[in-house]
């Protein structure tokens, strides 16, 4: 079946550098993406829709200069925490739908870990 | 390992009719479990969350309640509408040896019509 792919599946790194962590459609293409993130012992928030060929669309309260999105192509999606700082540290997860089926499935990414020292 | 299992839809309901959605989860230790629904072009949206086992969620008129020992949390409305046309996806979250870690069931599509 589809599958989503995320890369890396863990990250750590230095507090003020940036972090991309990458989201592909493996066997069909995605031209939306949604990307989400997990504090600690709560659900998943959306952050943001990433459409091919055009902006992402931020949700509410989801600095769209601290959060980089790149929907580069129909497969491939690309995060980037911008100088990133321990309140970053988060399970991000990325999903997109395929639409080629007769009924639309949303796929998941299996997530990437980030934690900021 | 962890795994959530839910209905295969899609399912087709006529306005008012009683919506039940099955899941039943695997999981070794004590999950959390969620509800999450998801309109047309939108991303996912929670809607409901129990944490411990006989806790009963609920939002919007849906309904589900933790149930241990069957390892259900079956998602429930006595009326739906056509504004509840959307994918829902169960899921649970346990502490994992990276941390909490979410795992989704597939999604099971509803249409309601007039």
């Known amino acids: 079946g589809a599958v989503v792919s995320q890369h890396p599946s863990w990250v750590i790194c230095k507090s003020g550098t940036s972090v991309k962590i990458e989201c592909r459609s493996l066997?069909?293409?995605?031209?939306?993406m949604f990307w989400y993130r997990q504090f600690p012992k709560q659900s998943l928030m959306l952050m943001a829709t990433?459409?091919?060929?055009?902006?992402?669309?931020?949700e509410q309260g989801v600095e769209k200069d601290k959060f980089l999105i790149n929907h580069a192509s129909l497969t491939l999606s690309t995060l980037t925490v911008t100088s990133a700082h321990p309140e970053d540290s988060s399970f991000y997860i990325c999903?997109?739908?395929?639409?080629?089926?007769?009924?639309?499935?949303?796929?998941f990414g299996p997530g990437t870990r980030l934690l900021v020292l | 390992g962890d795994s959530v299992t839910q209905m295969e839809g899609p399912v087709t309901l006529s306005e008012e009719a009683f919506l039940t959605i099955n899941c039943t989860y695997t999981?070794?230790?004590?999950?959390?479990l969620f509800w999450y629904v998801q309109y047309p072009g939108e991303g996912l949206q929670l809607l409901l969350k129990?944490?411990?086992?006989?806790d009963k969620g609920s939002n919007k008129g849906f309904e589900a309640t933790y149930r241990k020992e069957t390892t259900s949390f079956h998602l429930e409305k006595g009326s739906v509408q056509v504004s509840d046309s959307a994918v829902y996806f169960c899921?649970?979250?346990?502490?994992?040896?990276?941390?909490?870690?979410?795992?989704f069931g597939t999604g099971t599509s509803l249409t309601v019509i007039p």
């Open positions: 066997d069909f293409q995605a031209t939306t």
């Open positions: 990433s459409n091919e060929g055009s902006k992402a669309t931020y």
């Open positions: 999981a070794t230790g004590y999950p959390s």
């Open positions: 999903s997109a739908p395929d639409l080629s089926a007769l009924q639309e499935t949303q796929y």
């Open positions: 129990a944490t411990k086992a006989d």
């Open positions: 899921a649970l979250s346990e502490m994992g040896n990276t941390g909490n870690q979410f795992y």
